[in-house]
Structures are given as C-alpha cells and as structure tokens.
Antibody, heavy 117, light 113 residues
Framework: EVQLVESGGGLVQPGGSLRLSCAAP????????MNWVRQAPGKGLEWVAN????????FYVGSVKGRFTISRDNSKNSLYLQMNSLTAEDTAVYYC??????????WGQGTLVTVSS | DIVMTQSPDSLAVSLGERATISCKSS????????????LAWFQQKPGQPPKLLISWASTRESGVPDRFGGSGSGTDFTLTISSLQAEDVAVYYC?????????FGGGTKVEIK
C-alpha cells in the first residue's frame, strides 16, 4: 500500500509563498489521481485540488484558483502544491490524498501551514 | 458547486445503540451512465487524517466493520452505525466525487452518551 508523507509546511507571512511536497515511496503512485485537502484549525475538510495520473487534467476549488498550482513528478513519486499570495484563510493542515479515480482512500498525516505576521 | 449538508452537527448515542447521520446534496450525485452514486463517507478521529469508510454510497472499504452501513441515492444519503462502540467516537464526513470541485459535508461529531 502506498504511504504518503507531506512536508514543506510552516509559518509564512500574508502575501507570501510556500511549496508543499508529498512523497509516496513505492511503485503505485503513478496510477493514482492525487489530491490536496485542507482543514483549518477546528474546522471541517475542504478539498483543494487534484491532478490526473499523467498530469493532463487538473481541478481546483474556486478560492485557490490563480494562486495555487498542483503538480506531480511520477519519476520521483512526488506531488506538489505551490501556494502563492497566501492569506490567513489559507491557514490549515494540508493533507495529500490519493486513490482510484476520485475516491481518496490513502491519506498522509498532513502538514500545517500557518499564515500570520 | 455541489453543496453537501449533513445533519445533525453532533449526536450522543449510548454504547450498543444505533447512530444515524444524514447527508443531502444540492444536486444528484447519481450518474446516469453507470447508475452509481458518487458519494463517500469518512471517519476522522482527533489528530488523525480522515479514513475512508464507504464509497459509492454503500460499499464498505476493506477492513471496515460491518456495523457501518451506507444507504441512499440521488441527493439523500445516510450513514448508520448499527451498534456504537467506544472506538467509533469521531467526526464523520460525507463527500461527493461526482464533479469538481469535490465537496465535503460539514461533519457530524459522534460521542458516547
């Protein structure tokens, strides 16, 4: 089974940028649609973006369009989320999740992003 | 965007009793092409990532106890825990994966009475 490990979270000032990574050691990463899902402190889950196995299809939630970019490198079994123009509303634990089709049955432990001055 | 509405926000159930959670979507998530409901249920315990319990509205994932059951079609869905156990204390979320953006319900917190 694929294990997902996120990294890259931390404290960033409003208007700043951050790049999250998700490593998926193993051979099946390239067969999965991959997603980023976030959870603000004490709040519910919000899907952020996903990307098809070969990167040919990408979707975003409206609140991040034009600011966030999802990408993947199947040769490195890695998923990325480039986040620009960050605001306090982007403060959350960011989960990497993947699975068959759009069903997310494998999740990482998450990485915390805090946007604050 | 498809809006997912869960109810109640929280419920307290005695051990061994039934817990029922409702999830309604603002538009149908039943695909005419394959006659499948694109609806999943997740369980999230404190400090942990979500865990997929049920996909296609009623298909339990491998290893999920059979006390968890999903039902419904179109816009109305239900997650039932037939006999609540202490380890079932968690927040439960429904999610539609019929169309982008994928959307979650607001969550239902299940506690022991």
């Amino acid at each position: 089974e694929v294990q997902l490990v996120e990294s890259g979270g931390g404290l960033v000032q409003p208007g700043g940028s951050l790049r999250l990574s998700c490593a998926a050691p193993g051979s099946t990463f390239s067969t999965y649609w991959m997603n980023w899902v976030r959870q603000a402190p004490g709040k519910g889950l919000e899907w952020v973006a996903n990307i098809k196995q070969d990167g040919s299809e990408i979707f975003y939630v409206g609140s991040v369009k034009g600011r966030f970019t999802i990408s993947r490198d199947n040769s490195k079994n890695s998923l990325y989320l480039q986040m620009n123009s960050l605001t306090a509303e982007d403060t959350a634990v960011y989960y990497c999740a993947g699975g068959r089709g759009w069903i997310t049955d494998i999740w990482g432990q998450g990485t915390l992003v805090t946007v604050s001055s | 965007d498809i809006v997912m509405t869960q109810s109640p926000d929280s419920l307290a159930v005695s051990l061994g009793e039934r817990a029922t959670i409702s999830c309604k979507s603002s538009q149908s998530v039943l695909s005419r092409s394959d006659n499948k409901n694109y609806l999943a249920w997740f369980q999230q315990k404190p400090g942990q990532p979500p865990k997929l319990l049920i996909s296609w509205a009623s298909t339990r994932e491998s290893g999920v106890p059979d006390r968890f059951g999903g039902s419904g079609s179109g816009t109305d869905f239900t997650l039932t825990i037939s006999s609540l156990q202490a380890e079932d204390v968690a927040v439960y979320y429904c999610q539609q994966y019929y169309g982008a953006p994928l959307t979650f319900g607001g969550g239902t917190k299940v506690e022991i009475k």
